[in-house]
């Protein structure tokens, strides 16, 4: 196991009716002004805008709003959100939705403290310091209500990437998993794919001995095989729906990342797909990990093997370990299909004729030098086959 540090701050209020505790989460970390930062209007329909609201006032506590951010959010708002903020004096920021909404307001957050351009945090340099972030999550997905990172496509040339710093951990976030019965089954299904993106990139390591990690990683990945279905069977079915929440939560905080090398290609592949198509994060991610997989195995036989008889149930075939290591993949790509997923390109309304600019985006863009390193470093031919194999 490799040395780490792990700082993980966040209180956590689980459960029914948690988000009437808004007000006195704000207050116990300091907050007297709050922008409140939403999407497209769905925590508006489900009233849950209001019961915010009220809980804010009934501790006394100013407001300001800002809703429209959209799914692979974007900077534009991000620019409007700094602006708001230093106007109105905020002193904390309050998503309320998914991890769009989420890592919008952490972008906002950085930015407001920042005497230079937010993009830059979105091109390597480390956040050290935000204004302090609470979330009221609405969809078990991204998992950015435990972790340090934001995601931001920058409209300009559409590059979507990833910034990071343990100062944008969110302080507070109110996970009530009634809040989620309202998502259609798309969106469930995509989060639950997400969710296992998270485990699979950080089961995919060149680090020896983590059995720790390891383990934690597979029963995540157990109860998300046991609980996407009843899920999707059942939208009303709350316990199926609070252990997927807790476990998108611990999929991602890096719990079960620590002491590890991760992979995160899959995630670079996809990115570029939801920058380009506006797809769905997760639907992106149900049809490049299945290729991902197939194209990276042999670096690591053993490791896809483990995962197919620890988690999809596998026999092993010891004399040919590659056979149990595809029946994995497949398993877990049925799987997916099985929620309701899309399995290539076309289900993404992708085109094999923008390969070349999808590559050029992924291994050049915003700074990159021809390849991305993860679990096994891909360049432009390996990331061109990659996208050709979901066609
Ligand atoms: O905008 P509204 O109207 O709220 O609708 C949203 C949106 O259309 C809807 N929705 C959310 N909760 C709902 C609901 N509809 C009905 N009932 C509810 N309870 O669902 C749609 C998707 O929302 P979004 O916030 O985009 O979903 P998700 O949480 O999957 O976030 C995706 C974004 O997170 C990034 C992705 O790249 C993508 O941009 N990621 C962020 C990470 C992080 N910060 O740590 C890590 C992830 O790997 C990921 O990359
Ligand atoms: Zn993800």
Known sequence: MNNFTFYSPTYFVFGKEAENRTGEMVKRFGGSKVLIHYGGGSVVRSGLLDRVKASLKSEGIDYTELGGVKPNPRSGLVYEGIDLCKKENVDMILAVGGGSTIDSSKAIAAGVLYDG????????????????????????????????????????????????????????????????????????????????????????????????????????????????????????????????????????????????????????????????????????????????????????????????VRVWGCSMDFEHPEVTALEGINAFSAFLTSLGMPSDFKGLGAKEEDIPVLVKNLCYGNGRDGKISGFVPLDTDDCTKIYQMMV
Not at 140 to 160: H, L, Y
Not at 186 to 194: K, P, S, V
Not at 250 to 260: I, L, T
Request: net charge negative.
């Open 117 to 308: 351009d937010f993009w830059d945090f979105y091109c390597g340099k480390v956040i050290e310091e935000a204004l302090p972030v609470g979330t009221i999550l609405t969809i078990a997905a991204a998992g950015s209500e435990g972790s340090p990172d934001s995601v931001i496509t920058r409209e300009d040339d559409m590059m979507k990437r990833g910034a990071t710093g343990d100062a944008i951990r969110p302080k507070f976030s109110i996970l009530n998993p009634a809040l989620t019965q309202t998502l259609p089954a798309f969106q469930t299904a995509a989060g639950i794919t997400d969710i296992m993106a998270h485990l699979y990139e950080r089961y995919l390591t060149n680090t020896k001995d983590v059995e720790v990690t390891d383990r934690l990683i597979e029963a995540l990945l157990l109860t998300m095989k046991h609980e996407g279905p009843r899920v999707i069977k059942d939208p009303d079915d709350y316990e199926a729906r609070a252990n997927i929440m807790w476990a998108g939560m611990m999929a991602h905080n890096n719990s079960c990342g620590v002491g590890r090398s991760q992979d995160w290609n899959s995630h670079d592949i996809e990115h570029e797909l939801s920058a380009l198509y506006d797809c769905a994060h997760g639907a992106g991610l149900a049809v490049t990990m299945p290729a991902v997989f197939k194209y990276v195995m042999k670096h690591n036989i053993m490791r896809f093997a483990q995962v197919a």
